[in-house]
T-cell receptor, first 116, second 112 residues
Framework: NAGVTQTPKFRVLKTGQSMTLLCAQD?????MYWYRQDPGMGLRLIHY???????AKGEVPDGYNVSRLKKQNFLLGLESAAPSQTSVYFC???????????????FGQGTRLTVV | LAKTTQPISMDSYEGQEVNITCSHN???????ITWYQQFPSQGPRFIIQ???TKVTNEVASLFIPADRKSSTLSLPRVSLSDTAVYYC?????????????FGRGTSLIVHP
């Protein structure tokens, strides 16, 4: 059971280039999330999805787009990378249910992105 | 969403018990309290979750007073490997609207 897998693990982009980060989960979770983490800032939510075909904006969505065409995959796109998007990106997934069930979020290992 | 306040950093020594307190004065009736741990260069991982009184598992204990306006994560006899950032989250887990929201967390450094 792989859990949450992020691809790639490292990437260097030039300003203005585009790229897509892939997140895949094999736990049949409904909810998926993308966060970014900058030094001393904790994790900030970029976008999230509550199910296949749905997406919603988080705290810091500008400059990013997402898609959830398949339940197990959540893609994060940068159309025109900027140095301010240099960060570590984490994907997570979780079940959603009533208060009886644990809604623990499972995280991937992260993608370290540098924009020069 | 209930706002949480935690100390930015804490220091401890191997073998000591560490207590990290999180303040959440405007916690709602349906809100649960969840703690995550994040090691360097890794994603956060769930530690413990509770609603009231005390919850204990193999990793930690969570103490929640009757008014629920704060909670304390207790790590018994810490070791160097407990050096990590600890996050306190508060939210309503039911109704399909819970989105984990992380603050800056508490950076715990365990010294030899």
């Amino acid at each position: 059971n792989a859990g949450v897998t992020q691809t790639p693990k490292f990437r260097v982009l030039k300003t203005g280039q585009s790229m897509t980060l892939l997140c895949a989960q094999d736990m049949n979770h409904e909810y998926m999330y993308w966060y970014r983490q900058d030094p001393g800032m904790g994790l900030r939510l970029i976008h999230y999805s509550v199910g296949e075909g749905t997406t919603a904006k988080g705290e810091v969505p500008d400059g990013y787009n997402v898609s959830r065409l398949k339940k197990q995959n959540f893609l994060l796109g940068l159309e025109s990378a900027a140095p301010s998007q240099t960060s570590v990106y984490f994907c997570a997934s979780s079940i959603q249910g009533d208060r009886v069930r644990n809604t623990e979020a499972f995280f991937g290992q992260g993608t370290r992105l540098t924009v020069v | 969403l209930a706002k949480t306040t935690q100390p930015i950093s804490m220091d401890s020594y191997e073998g000591q018990e560490v207590n990290i307190t999180c303040s959440h004065n405007n916690i709602a009736t349906n809100d649960y309290i969840t703690w995550y741990q994040q090691f360097p260069s890794q994603g956060p991982r769930f530690i413990i979750q509770g609603y009231k009184t005390k919850v204990t598992n193999e990793v930690a204990s969570l103490f929640i007073p009757a008014d629920r306006k704060s909670s304390t994560l207790s790590l018994p006899r810490v070791s160097l490997s407990d050096t990590a950032v600890y996050y306190c989250l508060v939210g309503d887990l039911g109704g399909g609207s819970y989105i984990p929201t992380f603050g800056r967390g508490t950076s715990l450094i365990v010294h030899p």
